[in-house]
């Protein structure tokens, strides 16, 4: 029954507000961040080793640290608020080339440390639509 309590409501209508609510339980259940209380969170692969364990790589390995890139920041693309590309364009090379002059700057920081700052100091000139569509 509708609110005035005399017609029936059309499926369609409770499939979509059955929908929007659990949509929102959903998102009220989520933490704001993806970490531990204190901000921590385990670290696999690539990213657990150091920029200077980056900077000794061989090409095998080089392969092992591209692999991990494109999987972060196809990542980080899903999960993060209006963006589509946090690379804005950047091909891989670019994006290698950036983290190697990081790693050389910053041999004692993680990896993952070098993607963190790649992706935050790229917030800005991101890609919010596909298209090419910046910061709309």
Not at 63 to 76: E, S
Request: hydrophobic share 40%; with cysteine; aromatic share 10%.
């Amino acid at each position: 029954m509708n609110p005035a309590g005399n017609l029936p409501v059309p499926p369609r209508t409770r499939t979509a507000s059955a929908i929007a609510l659990a949509a929102a339980l959903l998102t009220a259940a989520m933490p704001s961040a993806a970490a531990d209380r204190d901000g921590n969170y385990a670290v696999w692969g690539a990213g657990a080793k150091s920029c200077y364990t980056f900077n000794k790589r061989d090409e095998d390995e080089g392969k092992d640290y591209r692999q991990y890139v494109m999987g972060y920041l196809t990542a980080y693309n899903a999960l993060a608020n209006e963006t589509y590309s946090i690379s804005a364009g950047e091909d891989l090379d670019a994006i290698m080339g950036w983290l190697a002059r990081y790693c050389e700057e910053k041999p004692m920081h993680s990896f993952e440390q070098a993607l963190v700052d790649y992706t935050s100091s790229h917030v800005d000139s991101r890609l919010k639509r596909p298209g090419g569509q910046v910061g709309w």
